[in-house]
């Protein structure tokens, strides 16, 4: 590659001049989020009809006006804080959708790309980039949309694994130096340690690890440097993995899948993790569709999925994506990971929440749901459930003995209340042996 295609590079607004009214298009997400193109996007007052599908975005604020949203309506298929009141006021719209399935959405043309706005790495010698910090659904998307248009910024880290696309590819780019969306861990709650101590007391050595990005992750994995032999394969990571790494604990030495290799779809983080990505052939992206593979996952002994929840109810129906009715987050990859882990030998799938919310006001263990709230995680695929008083198993467990042991983990202000509840609900006649 010749180092004259910087000669090639135009403006945002003549870049996005590609897209036309009644286009679907995908926007790259979080640290990858292309926000000097959305930005020029987000100018343009020709435009109508315009539908932006995307995962959590970062930066991206000029999207989410609610007067840009007759020209570009935003489609989210994981909403991340930005994305939120997008959809709660009706001016965005979500797509209940696991991880694993969103790239074939665009393969199949379900979704039938016209363009994907993307962020990439500068192009090697060899005329190729990278997607750089986000493989995901965005390998999907190039390789399905009819037009690519890309931020080539100089920071984005070059990336092993699945996650090159040719140079040529792009129809029109404009080229940046600045730094990536930064996320840096904080610091944690005495219900997050005691939740992290939990949680590592149930990591074996050798265990195979997905854990994301958060506070609960964050004060598991901090928590695992005396361990051996770590090995991870996860959806994405952050600091936490990182530090995890120079510790010596993580090893992939006993994964049966990419022995010797972190394997994620994306990350997120600081320049600490951008930096340890950046042309590292020790960490492997692919897209979601084999990150999130349940199949794939199954394969690998040992996996120890930890997922969070907003709400759980008594018969062990977790609750992660809504509050109610309003949508919070997605489906993710939570049960990607929970029956990949379910058919691992050895695997454990984990769901933490903290037992309360609203400041302690509020059970985050309930007798039934909220109207509305979506089940990610059926009361069948429902195995760990950790709070900061303990960990209980609900496999194989009844109905009275899984309502019973969520109520041993839950906050003691709420005990009483909900062992009525369940009474009221399972309408005990017997006391249970043992």
Known sequence: MTPDWRNRASAPEDVVAHVASGHRVFVHGTSATPIPLLQALAARTDLEGVNLYSLHLEGADCLLDPSVAERLFTVALFCGAQQRQAVADGYGDFVPIFLSDIP??????????????????????????????????????????????????????????????????????????????????????????????????????????????????????????????????????????????????????????????????????????FDFVDDNPRVEFHPCDRTNDVRLISKIDNVTAVNSALEIDLTGQVCADSIGSRIYSGIGGQMDFVQGASFSDGGKAIIALPSTAARGTMSRIVPTLKPGAGVVTTRGHAQWIVTEYGAVNMHGAGLRQRGEALISIAHPDFRAELRDQLADLRHFRVTLPG
């Open 104 to 273: 074939r959405l665009f393969k199949s043309r379900t979704v039938d790309l016209d363009v994907a706005i993307v962020q990439v790495s500068p192009p090697d010698k060899h005329g190729w980039c990278t997607l750089g910090t986000s493989v995901d659904c965005a390998l999907a998307a190039t390789d399905a949309a009819r037009i690519v248009i890309a931020e080539i910024n100089e920071r984005m880290p070059r990336t092993h694994g699945h996650a090159a696309i040719p140079f040529d590819k792009i129809h029109a780019f404009t080229v940046t130096d600045r730094q990536l969306p930064q996320t840096p861990p904080r610091g944690e709650t005495a219900v997050e340690a005691a939740m992290g101590d939990i949680i590592a007391g149930l990591i074996d050595d050798g265990a195979c690890v997905q854990a994301g990005i958060g506070a609960i992750p964050n004060a598991v994995l901090i928590r695992l440097k005396d361990k051996l032999d770590l090995g991870i394969h996860t959806e994405m990571f952050s600091d936490g993995v990182v530090e995890l790494w120079e510790s010596g604990a993580i090893t992939n030495r006993h994964k049966n899948v990419h022995p010797g290799r972190i394997v994620t779809s994306f990350v997120a983080g600081t320049d600490r993790t």
